[in-house]
């Protein structure tokens, strides 16, 4: 996401057969407490690809599902924001209606056409791989709203940047997310967001270049997917990570990783059959599994609660991540597809200023002082999800967030400030502008800013706290 050029392509190789790979995981070469080991690290290097498959499986393959977008290769938009109903992307934003395409690029690469955006209009589109990485951007920030032609190749395409196409973009892998956002100041607006969204498209290469197609890929047998819960618990979850890992050529740096995966079936040729564990190894999985949730409960209570750790240190490419697949887990535990920090950080309050966590039992306010809104070029937002699910709430007023455009019609404070008012029942007619619904429950608040300034970036602007309004 910080930058338009994509990630050179890594030309990676499958690893070697071994007689450990081979084995079923309940063979004797490999105990169950070194298998305990391997499933907790290959657990939390595989949720973001098990859990991008999900939600992939939802858009593209299963036309029975809700939320079913559309076929590969075609642009699917959304042409209004997202409401509660809306849940098979934990944390979604409720700014910018979504665009879509499911890319596959196992036979050719696509040319992405977006058309000239009016200039104070924020939009982007976000490559997402199969690893979770942002690998490359087009929008506002990137590449200006001028409009233009991208190509976006596989990891096994050798070819040249052909005339036309401003820009050749690379994927590690050989499927891959592009995840629109549009931005829309205010519901009559819609009319112009959906103009602009049928000015998106795409199309194989050779239909860009008039030219007989290659021959097609192979068909893809899609396994179901898991569901949420039991990606958690379930040692299917490595059943799913073999299937994804059969489309992610082995990056250089993973090659040992991989290897150690291997020892227990875990690959895209790999032995692993959850229907076929012994029950010590299958024991020894889930103890694995449980460890890595642990590890990742760690993480959020000590560094990602207490502001040590950001949303800047959870997404972005592989080389902004530096290989720590705990924060990778992170990521998308808490909110997939998250922009790396160039594009939009995401200040998250679980908890209020004291330290207590945030419910729709208490009230809260969160204020803006004078003069320090969110310092961004795009837009902000403050956004209410309720727990566990990390998903927009239910309302009857229908509103889901506060953000920048809205600035006109808030009631501001004496001194020029601006308060928000988080609450389950209004705060009475006169505050009623300023009100961001809570659910009677758990809730958390996200505060999205997109295209941020550097003194958002650097930490000069500190993200405000909610506070209890005292009963």
């Not at 790979?21 to 290959?42: L, T």
């Not at 938009?77 to 944390?91: E, G, K, L, S, Y």
Request: aromatic fraction near 12%; proline fraction near 10%; hydrophobic fraction near 40%.
């Amino acid at each position: 996401m910080l930058i338009a050029v994509a990630a050179a392509c890594a030309k990676g190789e499958k690893p070697a057969a071994t007689s450990t790979v081979s084995s079923p995981p309940q063979s004797a070469s490999v105990s169950p407490e070194q298998a305990r080991a391997i499933a907790k690290e290959a657990y939390v290097y595989g949720f973001p690809m098990v859990d991008d498959y999900r939600v992939m499986y939802s858009y593209f393959v299963d036309e029975g599902d809700a939320e079913y977008k559309g076929g590969w290769n075609e642009v699917h938009n959304t042409a209004r924001v997202f409401t509660p109903a809306d849940t098979t992307i934990q944390t979604p934003n409720s700014d910018t209606p979504y665009s879509t395409v499911g890319a596959d690029l196992r036979a050719e690469p696509l040319v992405f056409t977006v058309p000239p955006i009016d200039q104070d209009r924020y939009f982007s589109l976000q490559f997402v791989d199969q690893y979770t990485a942002n690998f490359a951007y087009v929008g506002s920030r990137t590449t200006g709203n001028s409009g233009g032609k991208y190509l976006l190749a596989g990891p096994n395409w050798t070819g040249e940047k052909p005339a036309g196409v401003n820009e050749v973009i690379r994927s590690d892998t050989e499927l891959a997310l592009v995840l629109y956002r549009t931005q829309l100041f205010e519901p009559a607006d819609l009319d112009a967001v959906k103009r602009i969204q049928d000015g998106y498209g795409v199309e194989p290469l050779s239909t860009f270049l008039e030219q007989p197609p290659p021959p097609p890929a192979p068909a893809i047998d899609f396994v179901p997917a898991l569901t949420p819960d039991q990606e958690r618990t379930s040692p299917q979850f490595f059943d799913i990570l073999n299937f994804v890992m059969k489309f992610t050529p082995t990056l250089p740096a993973e090659k040992a990783m991989r290897d150690r995966f291997a020892s227990i079936g875990i690959g895209p040729d790999g032995s692993f059959d959850a229907e076929k564990l012994s029950p010590e190894m299958r024991a020894a999985v889930q103890d694995g599994m449980a460890d890595a949730w642990a590890e990742f409960d760690a993480l959020q209570k000590n560094e990602i609660d207490t502001g040590k750790v950001s949303s800047a240190n959870l997404f972005g490419t592989k080389d902004d991540l530096k290989g720590n697949y705990l924060y990778r887990m992170a990521g998308a535990v808490l909110g997939i597809y998250g922009n790396t920090a160039a594009e939009a950080i995401y200040p998250g309050f679980n908890f209020d200023a004291a330290g207590a966590p945030l419910t729709g039992a208490d009230r809260y306010t969160y204020r803006f002082a004078p003069g320090q809104l969110p310092p961004v070029n795009a837009f902000w937002s403050l956004t209410m999800y309720g727990l566990p699910g990390s998903e927009l709430v239910a309302n009857p007023i229908n509103r889901y967030l506060i953000n920048s455009s809205m600035l006109r019609v808030l009631v501001p404070d004496a001194d020029g400030g601006f308060t928000i008012y988080v609450q389950h029942d209004s705060p009475g007619p006169e505050r009623d502008p300023n009100w961001l619904p809570a659910p009677e429950g758990p809730f958390r608040l996200v505060l999205r800013l997109y295209w941020p300034k550097p003194d958002a970036l650097d930490g000069q602007w500190q993200a405000p706290k909610p506070v209890k309004v005292p009963a």
